[in-house]
T-cell receptor, first 114, second 115 residues
Framework: AQTVTQSQPEMSVQEAETVTLSCTYD???????LFWYKQPPSRQMILVIR??????QNATENRFSVNFQKAAKSFSLKISDSQLGDTAMYFC???????????FGEGTQLTVNP | GAVVSQHPSRVICKSGTSVKIECRSL??????MFWYRQFPKKSLMLMAT?????????EQGVEKDKFLINHASLTLSTLTVTSAHPEDSSFYIC???????????FGDGTRLSIL
């Protein structure tokens, strides 16, 4: 069974600064997908970024990038130039190919302060 | 992008009534749909997985007679909370995915309050 751990229940950052959210996972699979989802106060789940385990290159989406360390089973999210709208709960998630179900971490509440 | 519509967004009803929540994929065919429950400041808890035309697969501890799931078409799944009680009050979220290894796309959720 897969597990996903987010060890930071809460974090805060000043507007325009950079913040990194941590995520570790445990699996015996060699091929899988990792995701970061954002859930703002509206509670809508928004896909932020996706990483395929077989790709060595770290995924990036504008101000969002990941540091994927497969050997260490680590998948951190870096948010650059933080904006007030980035305030949200962030969930790290794991999925095996064709398995379809997502395994979520417990989440990190990020607050961006003006 | 892929859009999932969930309705209603908010329900308040009396104890003992049944409540139906709909989840629709608007611009893609969802071979698999998922239903989650989320408590305040907690992660999403998977309740069941449904595939079009077949019975839903429930997670351990989820009462299948309490939470009825129907996935009658490739664009619609429904969750019916039968004989709802205050302890069923929660935030319910659906998601859907196409074939292959596409990510799940989520509805906006339903806040259910049982008085």
């Amino acid at each position: 069974a897969q597990t996903v751990t987010q060890s930071q229940p809460e974090m805060s950052v000043q507007e325009a600064e950079t913040v990194t959210l941590s995520c570790t996972y445990d699996t015996s699979e060699s091929n899988y997908y990792l995701f970061w989802y954002k859930q703002p106060p509206s509670r809508q789940m928004i896909l932020v970024i996706r990483q395929e385990a077989y790709k060595q290159q770290n995924a990036t989406e504008n101000r969002f990038s990941v540091n994927f360390q497969k050997a260490a089973k680590s998948f951190s999210l870096k948010i650059s130039d933080s904006q007030l709208g980035d305030t949200a709960m962030y969930f790290c998630a794991f999925m095996i190919p064709s398995g379809s179900r997502l395994t979520f971490g417990e989440g990190t509440q990020l607050t961006v302060n003006p | 992008g892929a859009v999932v519509s969930q309705h209603p967004s908010r329900v308040i009803c009396k104890s003992g009534t049944s409540v139906k929540i709909e989840c629709r994929s608007l611009d893609f065919q969802a071979t698999t749909m998922f239903w989650y429950r989320q408590f305040p400041k907690k992660s999403l808890m998977l309740m069941a997985t449904s595939n079009e035309g077949s019975k839903a697969t429930y997670e351990q501890g989820v009462e299948k007679d309490k939470f009825l799931i129907n996935h009658a078409s490739l664009t619609l799944s429904t969750l019916t909370v039968t004989s709802a009680h205050p302890e069923d009050s929660s935030f319910y979220i659906c998601s859907a995915r196409d074939e292959g290894d596409q990510p799940q796309h989520f509805g906006d959720g339903t806040r259910l309050s049982i008085l």
